[in-house]
Each structure stands twice: as C-alpha cells, then as structure tokens.
C-alpha cells in the first residue's frame, strides 16, 4: 500500500504560479512511476505530467507543456508540479498518483491522494 497527501493548492490569478507537493508513505518511493492528473467539474480525470523513478523520464500533457514542471525528490519521498504562467483554463483539482507503468491513462494507476484545489481566477 502507499499513501500519498497532496498539499499546495490555492486560488491565484492569471499569470500566477503555484507548487504542488505530494508526499508518499508506505512501500519503496522508487518503486512507482509517479503522476499529477486533473478534474475539472463537470470533465474527466485528464492527465497533466508523469515522471519516473530517477526523474530521467517526464511526460507531460500538451495543454500543460512549457508551463508545469515535474520532479521528485526520492530521499524526501515527494513529487512535485510546479505550475507556472496559470490560466483559468487550469482551474480543477489536482491528483497525485502512484503506478508501475509509464502511462497517461488514470485507470492504469494504483494508488491515489485526496486531491488538492487549484483556482485561477481571471
């Protein structure tokens, strides 16, 4: 089992930026593909960047490219989404996930945090 707690959402205006932080517990960090996905109301779980286990890999949405940065720290077992230039359309909540396979579906991803807020106001 690994446990993951997302923190760091907020509300911020257009043009602003924000760091998400998840922190993992429980088996190996260095285990598991890690990934941020995000859910608007109302639209799917859409996956917004992925990295692997030594941060030599990253993957990231292209409505996201250019402006978020992946990266983790395995001694602190945390991952990050720095998530720079914010536009409205970013609005939703953000998810943390754990997984064994380097893939952007959210079905193929095992473990899961609560979800951090994120709010860009125009």
């Known amino acids: 089992q690994v446990q993951l707690v997302e923190s760091g959402g907020g509300l911020v205006q257009a043009g602003g930026s924000l760091r998400l932080s998840c922190v993992a517990s429980g088996r190996t960090f260095t285990s598991y593909i890690m990934a941020w996905f995000r859910q608007a109301p109302g639209r799917e779980r859409e996956f917004a960047a992925s990295?692997?286990?030594?941060?030599?890999?990253?993957s990231y949405a292209d409505s996201v490219k250019g402006r978020f940065t992946i990266s983790r720290d395995n001694a602190k077992n945390t991952v990050y989404l720095q998530m720079n230039s914010l536009k409205p359309e970013d609005t939703a909540d953000y998810y943390c996930?754990?997984?064994?396979?380097?893939?952007?579906?959210?079905?193929?991803?095992?473990?899961w945090g609560q979800g951090t807020q994120v709010t860009v106001s125009s």
């Open positions: 990295i692997n286990w030594n941060g030599g890999m990253r």
């Open positions: 996930a754990a997984g064994v396979r380097y893939v952007t579906s959210p079905r193929q991803y095992d473990y």
